[in-house]
């Protein structure tokens, strides 16, 4: 039996939950914006504190690794390595678009799941990367990688040699954006999808299973790119 925290901060969603063998007891999420390094140490704490758990009850703590937010990225794996350090607990760490495809293959949402019900439809994670470009990859329903990560700028014929051959289902926080330049008879959207922790549990659970663990000394978010600081636009007094 295992019981392992999960957390995921790569999206503007905050998402904590607690699972034993894959199955989520309790979760706490905010979309509040930029309230990650606020919120996350306290939802841990109410959700261990309600279910009379301290840290040293858990076998592991899974973080979702990106890509996504420089910042949210660089707390959520801030507070799992230093979980981990403090309770020699392992680190498990899983793709936030593997999270979010996921969540596809397991949604009740009808328009979904009649996507997928061609064994030749795709599924495409999106979080949004600012202005026309998300960081993306392509899914087969078996899980299998048909398009590996990229940072995508998206425009006018982009994934049209899929489109032409099969259903493509877009989801994520970077879909919405990409809506009207992707529109296509066979493009499926399905919206307000973001990255949940309860959807990692099952990742997680799979992972510590066959003991899949990340050297946590030397573990880093997966940004895709560098963080680029960018200077206000009324320049900086002196």
Do not use: W
């Amino acid at each position: 039996m295992a019981s392992i925290l999960n957390i995921e901060t790569a999206t503007p969603l905050c998402s904590v939950a607690v699972a034993i063998d894959g199955k989520v007891i309790a979760q706490r999420e905010s979309f509040e914006e930029k309230s990650h390094a606020s919120h996350l140490a306290v939802f841990i704490k109410e959700l261990l504190n309600e279910n009379s758990l301290k840290i040293a009850d858990l076998d592991a703590i899974a973080v979702g690794m990106g890509p996504g937010s420089y910042t949210g990225l660089r707390i959520g794996v801030s507070v799992a390595k230093g979980l981990c350090f403090g309770s020699k607990l392992p680190l498990i760490a899983v793709s936030t678009l593997e999270i979010i495809y996921n969540q596809a293959i397991t949604s009740p949402d009808t328009v979904i799941q009649e996507a997928l019900k061609s064994r030749d439809t795709l599924i495409c994670p999106m979080i949004d990367a600012r202005r026309m470009e998300v960081y993306t990859c392509l899914y087969y329903i078996s899980g299998e990688i048909a398009e590996v990560v990229t940072a995508k700028i998206i425009v006018a014929g982009s994934f049209s040699q899929h489109l032409h051959r099969q259903k493509v289902i877009f989801l994520g926080s970077g879909m919405e954006k990409c809506r009207e330049v992707l529109a296509h008879a066979n493009a499926v959207f399905a919206s307000g999808v973001y990255p949940h922790a309860s959807s990692l549990a099952l990742l997680s659970e799979q992972a510590f299973q066959e003991q899949h663990f990340e050297e946590t000394a030397y573990f880093e978010p997966f940004y895709l790119k560098d963080f680029i600081a960018t200077v206000p636009k009324k320049g900086l007094s002196v």
